[in-house]
């Protein structure tokens, strides 16, 4: 098996490279691909953010960029790092040059039109936004998505991530102490997603939490005994329920959530997928 990184950077939301992607993969066996998707990268600053992480992770890159700084940096970069960079869409649109006689506009987002697949991407988002942190239990089973866990297991994030790709996602946390709303156990549509993470890597982020909103440090929170009985807590539910379940620990979220679609597609949803993605 052959492991690939594959780095989207797009100018706007990035389907095109998607479905780029997914045409090109589908011609190769045994490849596993982990996918870094890096939506609206417009700035020079944000592609030094971006690089950062491709550097971390190399791999092929596919990009759309209009402005021209961008692309001539990000091209010049890879180039002095030995890393294969494609300009997906340059092929076909010098071919419409040429056959045409007209000069491609330089459109960032060119291809998005404000269609009925704009439209649920919109409600999807505000989906996603509504049920965050259990709330609305009563609308779950819209979701195509639910994802669960305890606390700082990157839910909310990974949640919003998946709603710019078109899913609805609700996410409830588990907690000992206050258990989620009882139809959590007999949702039919969603598929539902369990994240853990390790104990001293989620000891770690809720403590810089607490950091953040100026908190006492140490807490129950934060005590590693009770973290380690709240995520067995929590992996105790995964299996009795037969929930698949993603180990957050060293995952991006472009990486979970690429994950969390593979599984949807491994569950006989693809074509679902295939739609939200025009």
């Known amino acids: 098996m052959i492991r690939l990184h594959l780095h989207l950077i797009s100018d706007s939301t990035g389907e095109t490279l998607e479905n780029i992607a997914k045409a090109g993969l589908a011609q190769f066996d045994g490849v596993e691909t982990v996918?870094?998707?890096w939506p609206m990268v417009r700035t020079t600053g944000h592609l030094d953010r971006v690089f950062e992480d491709i550097a971390r992770q190399p791999g092929l890159i596919l990009y759309t960029l209009v402005d021209h700084e961008a692309r001539e940096q990000l091209e010049r970069r890879c180039r002095r790092a030995g890393i294969p960079a494609v300009s997906a869409l340059d092929p076909v649109i010098d071919a419409l040059s040429r056959l045409l006689g007209m000069e491609a506009k330089e459109r960032i987002g060119g291809q998005h039109m404000l269609d009925k697949a704009y439209f649920d991407r919109v409600e999807a988002i505000q989906y996603t936004i509504a049920h965050d942190d259990g709330l609305h239990h009563e609308d779950w089973e819209q979701a195509d998505i639910l994802l669960t866990g305890v606390s700082r297991t990157s839910k909310t994030?990974?949640?919003i991530y998946l709603a710019n790709r078109g899913y609805k996602v609700a996410n409830v946390p588990l907690v000992v102490e206050s258990p989620p709303h009882e139809s959590?156990?007999?949702?039919?549509?969603p598929?539902?997603?369990g994240l853990t993470t390790s104990p001293d890597r989620l000891v770690q982020v809720r403590r810089n939490r607490l950091l953040s909103l100026n908190q006492a440090a140490e807490t129950d929170y934060v005590d590693g005994e009770r973290v380690?009985?709240?995520v067995a807590f929590a992996r105790r539910i995964f299996a009795d329920k037969g929930w698949p379940v993603?180990?957050?620990t060293r995952r991006s979220i472009e990486e979970t959530a690429a994950a969390i679609i593979n599984l949807l597609s491994e569950s006989g949803t693809e074509s679902a997928e295939s739609e939200r993605l025009v």
Do not use: Q, R
Not at 184 to 189: E, F, G, Q, S, W
């Open 246 to 248: 993603i180990d957050v």
């Open 35 to 37: 996918k870094h998707f």
């Open 191 to 193: 598929m539902i997603v």
């Open 228 to 230: 380690k009985s709240e």
């Open 184 to 189: 959590l156990y007999d949702l039919a549509n």
């Open 157 to 159: 994030p990974t949640s």
